[in-house]
């Protein structure tokens, strides 16, 4: 929200409420003042943080809002029927949504299974209409397989806090040492691609996209892995590094990823690290509040600038912390000069050297962008997918008879 002028100094308290650049000129026209040129503004008007919501039921159901279906207001063209947490969700066609003749599904219904074993079989007896599948099952299904680029880059993020990670030569260690094409291509087998730089391919840069105009930006190296090490060691007067603990999720996908890691480490450093294996909820708790050495996480696009991506790490501020409390205030130049000038050029060359000083710093270990594999039914049609943004359009797709 902090484009929007006296945002970041409403959200800290700074101004009132009518002093934010947004005011209604009439029913149907809202206008919009910036703290400075912002490009991509547009395409954030489509992120879910800028949906509209009605005023008098928001403070109706005050801290209930969006945690069951009669807590929500719905402006789509499906309207949540049930939620039964942690396990399925049924929508239901919108009747009141504006465009409701073209909506030709009556009902979704979505179960939220972490056993793709399960999956696979619900999927062959015709009880599931549409999968995501993921390692050994993408061979199974090859036939039927639908790959699509959905704008997130895996990475390993280092708590520059801890006593170990604060030292730059031992996190590239960490990330030099790693087989991205062997947990791609023998580990996922969906479609997701070695990352050797943040931004993922897709998001758009001077001319053309922004990965393949900056190309990538380190190279593993397990000779140069083994020195970094015994350099950052020596630096931090150790010779042996205390218990080191990997965060991840607790899916099947997650747990064959963080293992596939930890014996990267094991037999290119020499380094035994624990695992840890967590509902998503409280990996992501655990993350916000600084609670882990290093974690698998990842992060989407919001909108379709490299800027999505590039303001995650400059230095802690007010707003929402870089969660690995990673500073350096080069980088934190670069992009603030680039938030500021509507100049396209400037801006991708800013944030190309700051994705260089990142990788060279490297709080965050890159892993791989990633893709979803998708197998539907053959009476399936017109599921729109998309790369930024949400991932599944289903306005438009029907059951062919």
């Known amino acids: 929200m902090f484009p929007i002028k006296n945002a970041e100094k409403y959200n800290a308290g700074e101004v009132s409420a009518d002093e934010v650049g947004v005011k209604a000129l009439d029913d149907k026209t809202l206008q919009v003042d910036l703290e400075a040129p912002t490009p991509y503004f547009l395409s954030l008007t489509a992120f879910i943080t800028y949906l509209p919501l009605e005023k008098s039921?928001?403070?109706?159901?005050g801290d209930k809002l969006a945690t069951t279906p009669d807590t929500l207001v719905y402006s789509g063209p499906f309207i949540l029927k049930e939620w039964n947490h942690e396990q399925n969700i049924v929508l239901v066609k919108n009747d009141k949504y504006w465009d409701k003749n073209n909506v030709k599904l009556d009902e979704i219904y979505m179960d939220m299974v972490k056993d793709m074993n399960t999956i696979a079989q619900n999927f062959d007896t015709g009880q599931y209409d549409v999968i995501t599948v993921t390692g050994d099952y993408v061979e199974k299904y090859k036939d039927k397989l639908q790959i699509y680029p959905n704008g997130f880059t895996y990475f390993l993020a280092f708590n520059t806090k801890n006593p170990v990670f604060k030292n730059a030569n031992i996190r590239k260690a960490f990330g030099l040492s790693l087989d991205r094409k062997q947990l791609t291509e023998n580990i996922l087998k969906d479609g997701s691609i070695?990352?050797?730089?943040?931004?993922?391919?897709g998001i758009p840069g001077k001319n053309g996209e922004f990965r393949k105009e900056v190309g990538d930006l380190f190279k593993e190296d397990v000779a140069q892995a083994k020195e970094l090490l015994a350099k950052g060691m020596k630096e931090l007067g150790i010779t042996t590094l205390p218990k080191i603990v990997l965060l991840a999720d607790d899916t099947d996908v997650a747990k064959r990823e963080s293992q596939a890691i930890q014996e990267f480490w094991r037999k290119n450093l020499g380094v035994n690290v624990e695992l840890q294996n967590v509902p998503f909820k409280i990996r992501l708790q655990m993350y916000s509040q600084g609670q882990f050495d290093v974690i698998l996480t990842r992060w989407g696009a919001d909108y379709n600038d490299p800027m999505t991506f590039m303001d995650l790490w400059v230095t802690e501020t007010s707003g929402e912390p870089n969660r690995v409390f990673y500073s350096n205030p080069e980088y934190d130049r670069l992009?603030?000069?680039?938030?500021?000038t509507n100049n396209n050029e400037i801006r991708m060359e800013n944030m190309k050297k700051a994705e260089e000083i990142l990788m060279e710093d490297m709080p965050?270990?890159?892993?791989?962008?990633?893709?979803?594999?998708?197998?539907?039914?053959?009476?399936v049609k017109g599921i729109v997918r998309h790369a930024v943004g949400v991932d599944n359009d289903w306005k438009w797709t029907y059951i062919e008879k």
Request: hydrophobic residues 45%; proline residues 9%; negative net charge.
């Open 57 to 61: 039921f928001v403070e109706k159901v």
């Open 194 to 201: 070695p990352a050797y730089g943040f931004v993922p391919y």
């Open 335 to 340: 992009i603030a000069e680039a938030k500021s």
């Open 364 to 379: 965050i270990s890159p892993l791989f962008f990633s893709a979803t594999a998708y197998v539907q039914q053959d009476y």
